[in-house]
């Protein structure tokens, strides 16, 4: 059974159809890219499968389950975890309570549990404080963890929402251009951290990106939208040589 | 997480004494006005620190905490009034049946106060959190006005325009400070924890915390409720050191002073919501001589009753544009900085 199957997936805003009949399917353990020119309706696909939008047609399933009608964080606590195109974290709030956050969803004291610190929410508290420590670890933040999240330069920023996802406990991750505004050497780090999380986690990742040659390397199977319809799948090297994409980047791929 | 948190609930727990101590003090030696204006400080510290959950820590800029009070200072005054009194005060119409044979204790009138403002809150918050933003100030606007008319109309339960007399004055300043102190300290808890975190990240960014798996929907009527409690309480306290109430001290202006305080403090923050309801007493008590009669010398000023309420507009204002994270912005009063600030044995984390 796949994790993830699309199908027959369209977003019309008024006039406009920013998704054509879109089709997915994600096996376990996959890192596919979702690649495509700017305004081709990827952050679209992302938002209908995490719940934001909801779909003008077609289906979505999560490990065999209908996610329609569900809200965002209800997908969420499925097991599908996404980060932002523009980062969003909270701005107020510490490093290391970003990621602290992620772990109140699968929360099981009360609110007033909580407010009374009961003995199974301090427990609690202290596994989400040595969860999200270990995350931070893990993407290389450690040092930061008590700093104001806004205060960390774009590249760390972007690994903290990533810790944050992780947080949720995620089975799928959606990664919206993950390499944005990185160097190539942060790039370059950037794809041994998905790697290996996808190992450590079980992940299955589906990620948009706009750095050809991250893409090509990381992913082992890619679809190419333009104006909100597929034109063509396959793995890396089919999708470098095929003539229809290679058309509607006007020969970026070839330069990338 | 800190290793200075002995030392931290043992000044805490000091620090409250020190407060009991003084409101023992001020009960046996103050003024009967000195004693006034702290009743007044505790139980706008009870208002302002709730209003600031769901206003400045979620983020919802909800303008309906007169209702709340209105509820919960009409529900423990009815509860109180003995079936007599109920009757005497009813005049036009008498009172409806439970309530004109009910009587409690204050502390069950209290407490019931509460409950009922929570439901009322919870209730409300299925329409009003389907809305956002100015939409949301606009409906919660509009239902503290519904409360109002309905309070001034239902002559058999509140006695309409003639308002409930002769309520016993039970709001000695150990209830109120007590009050105003489990107000605090639960708030304060409660916002340190993960839900409160969760309240904050609403509060930042609301897509953001859909993608967490926070429920927004249901932590904002969490946050709502919680503060229609308190604000219940703080009614409930109200009516019971004036002994007279009537819908008209329950306007958009009560709502309006809230606002000043908790804006003047520093949206977000419960250390500027306690700060915000001390200097909105005091200054308001210390500003009395501008409402009266004023001899300049050269021009005289004859008294304009409400003069203060334009100084203290003008703050608003000058806060907005000027200084818009008010005293204490997000932050909150530490220890941790208190001994940095005195130099004492602060060891660092
Ligand atoms: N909420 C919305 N309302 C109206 N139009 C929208 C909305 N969201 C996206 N669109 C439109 O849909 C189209 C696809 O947008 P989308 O953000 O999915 O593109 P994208 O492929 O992610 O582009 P980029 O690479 O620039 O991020 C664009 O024309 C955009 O203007
Ligand atoms: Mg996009």
Same mark, same amino acid.
């Given at each position: 059974? *796949?994790? =993830? /199957? %699309?199908?027959?997936?369209? !977003?019309?805003f008024?006039?406009?159809?920013?998704?054509?009949? &879109?089709?997915?399917?994600?096996?376990?353990?996959?890192?596919?890219?979702?690649?495509?020119p700017?305004?081709a309706?990827?952050?679209?696909?992302?938002?209908m499968?995490?719940?934001y939008?909801?779909?003008?047609?077609?289906?979505?399933?999560?490990q065999?389950?209908?996610?329609?009608?569900?809200?965002?964080?209800?997908?969420?606590?499925?097991?599908?975890?996404?980060?932002?195109?523009?980062?969003?974290?909270? *701005?107020? =709030? /510490? %490093?290391?309570?970003?990621? !602290?956050?992620?772990?109140?969803?699968?929360?099981?004291?009360? &609110?007033?549990?909580?407010?009374?610190?009961?003995?199974?929410?301090?427990?609690?508290?202290?596994?989400?404080?040595?969860?999200?420590?270990?995350?931070?670890?893990?993407?290389?933040?450690?040092?930061?963890?008590?700093?104001?999240?806004?205060?960390?330069?774009?590249?760390?920023?972007?690994?903290?929402?990533?810790?944050?996802?992780?947080?949720?406990g995620?089975?799928?991750?959606?990664?919206?251009?993950?390499?944005?505004?990185?160097?190539?050497?942060?790039?370059?780090?950037?794809?041994?951290?998905?790697?290996?999380?996808r190992?450590?986690?079980?992940?299955?990742?589906?990620?948009?990106?706009?750095?050809?040659?991250?893409?090509?390397?990381?992913?082992?199977?890619?679809?190419?939208?333009?104006?909100?319809?597929t034109?063509?799948?396959g793995?890396?090297?089919?999708?470098?040589?095929?003539?229809?994409?290679?058309?509607?980047?006007?020969g970026?791929?070839?330069?990338? | 997480?800190?290793?200075?948190?002995?030392?931290?609930?043992?000044?805490?727990v000091?620090?409250?004494?020190?407060?009991?101590?003084?409101?023992?003090?001020?009960?046996?030696?103050?003024?009967?006005?000195?004693?006034?204006?702290?009743?007044?400080?505790?139980?706008f510290?009870?208002?302002a620190?709730?209003?600031?959950?769901?206003n400045?820590?979620?983020?919802?800029?909800?303008?309906?905490?007169?209702?709340?009070?209105?509820?919960?200072?009409?529900?423990?005054?009815?509860?109180?009034?003995?079936?007599?009194?109920?009757?005497?005060?009813?005049?036009?119409?008498?009172?409806?049946?439970?309530?004109?044979v009910?009587?409690?204790?204050?502390?069950?009138?209290?407490?019931a106060?509460?409950?009922?403002?929570?439901?009322?809150?919870?209730?409300?918050?299925?329409?009003v959190?389907?809305?956002?933003g100015?939409?949301?100030?606009?409906?919660?606007?509009?239902?503290?006005?519904?409360?109002?008319?309905?309070?001034?109309?239902?002559q058999?339960?509140?006695?309409?325009?003639?308002?409930?007399?002769?309520?016993?004055?039970?709001?000695?300043?150990?209830?109120?400070?007590?009050?105003?102190?489990?107000?605090?300290?639960?708030?304060?808890?409660?916002?340190?924890?993960?839900?409160?975190?969760?309240?904050?990240?609403?509060?930042?960014?609301?897509?953001?915390a859909?993608?967490?798996?926070?429920?927004?929907?249901?932590?904002?009527?969490?946050?709502?409720?919680?503060?229609?409690?308190?604000?219940?309480?703080?009614?409930?306290?109200?009516?019971?050191?004036?002994?007279?109430?009537?819908?008209?001290?329950?306007?958009f202006?009560l709502?309006?002073?809230?606002?000043?305080?908790?804006?003047?403090?520093g949206?977000?923050?419960t250390?500027?919501?306690?700060?915000?309801?001390?200097?909105?007493?005091?200054?308001?008590?210390?500003?009395?001589?501008?409402?009266?009669?004023?001899?300049?010398?050269?021009?005289?000023?004859?008294?304009?009753?409400?003069?203060?309420?334009?100084?203290?507009?003008?703050?608003?204002?000058?806060?907005?544009?000027?200084?818009?994270?008010?005293?204490?912005?997000?932050?909150e009063?530490?220890?941790?900085?208190?001994?940095?600030?005195?130099?004492?044995?602060?060891?660092?984390?």
């Open positions: 059974m *796949s994790v =993830l /199957s %699309v199908e027959h997936l369209t !977003m019309k008024g006039g406009l159809v920013a998704v054509n009949d &879109f089709h997915l399917e994600l096996e376990k353990g996959e890192i596919v890219g979702l690649i495509g700017n305004g309706g990827k952050t679209t696909v992302f938002n499968i995490a719940g939008y909801v779909p003008t047609e077609g289906s979505i399933r999560f065999g389950q209908p996610t329609q009608g569900k809200k965002a964080n209800q997908i969420t606590k499925a097991g599908i975890a996404r980060t932002f195109q523009n980062i969003r974290l909270f *701005s107020e =709030l /510490s %490093v290391i309570e970003n990621v !602290m956050i992620g772990y109140h969803c699968r929360l099981r004291s009360t &609110f007033l549990g909580a407010t009374l610190k009961l003995p199974l929410y301090r427990r609690e508290e202290k596994m989400m404080h040595e969860g999200a420590l270990k995350l931070l670890a893990e993407v290389g933040l450690t040092d930061v963890a008590h700093e104001m999240s806004t205060s960390l330069p774009y590249g760390k920023q972007r690994r903290l929402e990533i810790a944050r996802a992780l947080a949720t995620p089975q799928l991750l959606l990664l919206d251009e993950p390499a944005a505004g990185m160097n190539p050497n942060e790039t370059q780090d950037l794809l041994q951290l998905i790697l290996r999380l190992k450590d986690y079980d992940l299955t990742v589906f990620l948009i990106e706009h750095d050809m040659k991250f893409v090509m390397e990381i992913c082992e199977r890619i679809k190419v939208l333009d104006y909100g319809t034109i063509a799948e793995t890396p090297h089919e999708i470098q040589n095929n003539p229809r994409v290679i058309e509607a980047y006007l970026e791929v070839q330069c990338a | 997480m800190d290793i200075n948190h002995k030392r931290n609930v043992l000044l805490s000091l620090g409250t004494m020190l407060v009991l101590a003084v409101v023992q003090l001020a009960g046996s030696h103050g003024t009967e006005y000195q004693i006034r204006i702290l009743n007044n400080i505790a139980i510290i009870v208002m620190v709730s209003y600031n959950l769901i400045g820590v979620t983020g919802q800029f909800s303008l309906a905490p007169n209702a709340f009070v209105a509820l919960g200072a009409y529900t423990s005054a009815l509860l109180t009034l003995t079936p007599a009194e109920k009757e005497i005060s009813f005049i036009i119409e008498p009172c409806i049946w439970p309530l004109s009910i009587t409690t204790p204050f502390l069950v009138s209290l407490l106060a509460g409950v009922v403002s929570a439901l009322l809150a919870f209730v409300m918050g299925f329409p959190f389907r809305t956002r100015d939409y949301l100030a606009i409906v919660t606007l509009g239902f503290g006005e519904v409360v109002r008319v309905i309070a001034n109309n239902t058999s339960i509140t006695n309409g325009p003639l308002g409930l007399k002769g309520i016993a004055e039970h709001t000695t300043l150990w209830w109120s400070c007590g009050a105003a102190i489990v107000t605090v300290f639960l708030i304060g808890r409660m916002v340190r924890s993960s839900y409160g975190m969760a309240m904050k990240a609403i509060k930042y960014d609301e897509a953001a859909e993608a967490v798996g926070i429920n927004t929907y249901w932590h904002k009527m969490l946050a709502f409720t919680t503060s229609g409690f308190f604000q219940g309480i703080g009614g409930g306290l109200l009516a019971h050191l004036i002994t007279t109430i009537s819908p008209t001290l329950f306007t202006f709502t309006f002073n809230l606002l000043i305080i908790i804006v003047m403090g949206l977000g923050s250390t500027g919501a306690i700060l915000g309801a001390i200097l909105f007493t005091w200054g308001g008590e210390w500003l009395r001589f501008v409402d009266e009669p004023m001899n300049l010398g050269f021009v005289e000023i004859p008294g304009i009753p409400g003069m203060r309420m334009v100084i203290f507009s003008c703050i608003l204002i000058f806060i907005m544009i000027f200084a818009r994270h008010g005293i204490m912005g997000t932050r009063f530490n220890w941790n900085w208190l001994c940095r600030k005195l130099g004492i044995g602060g060891r660092a984390r």
